[in-house]
T-cell receptor, first 117, second 116 residues
Framework: GAVVSQHPSWVICKSGTSVKIECRSLDFQATTMFWYRQFPKQSLMLMATSNEGSKATYEQGVEKDKFLINHASLTLSTLTVTSAHPEDSSFYIC?????????????FGPGTRLTVL | AQKVTQAQTEISVVEKEDVTLDCVYETRDTTYYLFWYKQPPSGELVFLIRRNSFDEQNEISGRYSWNFQKSTSSFNFTITASQVVDSAVYFCALSEPRSNDYKLSFGAGTTVTVRA
């Protein structure tokens, strides 16, 4: 089945530093990947849509200069949280859309738990 | 407006009981997709089912079954003979290709606790 990996699975960093999270589709090509964040006991909130070879599309209220997204290849998207602050602490989840005929399903990575001290 | 409503915040059952999770959606698209995902305590979302709007057949997969009714805009999920390993948060989601470019709109989730 479709597998999506995320790295790292957890990270602790100091306030003011930048953190990069990688999302990879391991056995399929993903022209579109999505980045979500999830606070404790809440649902997933879509942050941005990452399209291979073009700029990401951000949801309303998400700072594109703070959350940098790069979709360098059909199997890799990265999210960089720049100048992280404690309020950025959250669970970040990526998904990759398998756009092959008749499936068109999003498969999710295992998530990255970010803690900013 | 909330596109996907999961009215049940938490459900607690004893092992072997059946549990039904409600999901009501709202869309103007004629073509859309509905999903259920399971999120165990580890955090990873596990894909359970995808249903397109033209396929109203109910589906059974082991102890899981889904009841899709377009007339009431509902896509309910039943776990039969629940087990402790079924304890998780379950999310219903809607994809609207035409109006929302395949983005997933998630419900708030239902936390299921199965007690031994």
């Amino acid at each position: 089945g479709a597998v999506v990996s995320q790295h790292p699975s957890w990270v602790i960093c100091k306030s003011g530093t930048s953190v990069k999270i990688e999302c990879r589709s391991l056995d399929f090509q993903a022209t579109t990947m999505f980045w979500y964040r999830q606070f404790p006991k809440q649902s997933l909130m879509l942050m941005a849509t990452s399209n291979e070879g073009s700029k990401a599309t951000y949801e309303q209220g998400v700072e594109k200069d703070k959350f940098l997204i790069n979709h360098a290849s059909l199997t890799l998207s990265t999210l960089t949280v720049t100048s992280a602050h404690p309020e950025d602490s959250s669970f970040y989840i990526c998904s990759a859309r398998d756009a092959s005929v008749s499936t068109d399903t999003q498969y999710f990575g295992p998530g990255t738990r970010l803690t900013v001290l | 407006a909330q596109k996907v409503t999961q009215a049940q915040t938490e459900i607690s059952v004893v092992e072997k009981e059946d549990v039904t999770l409600d999901c009501v959606y709202e869309t103007r698209d004629t073509t859309y997709y509905l999903f259920w995902y399971k999120q165990p305590p580890s955090g990873e979302l596990v894909f359970l089912i995808r249903r397109n709007s033209f396929d109203e057949q109910n589906e059974i997969s082991g102890r899981y079954s889904w009841n899709f009714q377009k007339s009431t805009s509902s896509f309910n999920f039943t776990i039969t003979a629940s087990q402790v390993v079924d304890s998780a948060v379950y999310f219903c989601a809607l994809s609207e290709p035409r109006s929302n470019d395949y983005k997933l709109s998630f419900g708030a989730g239902t936390t299921v606790t199965v007690r031994a």
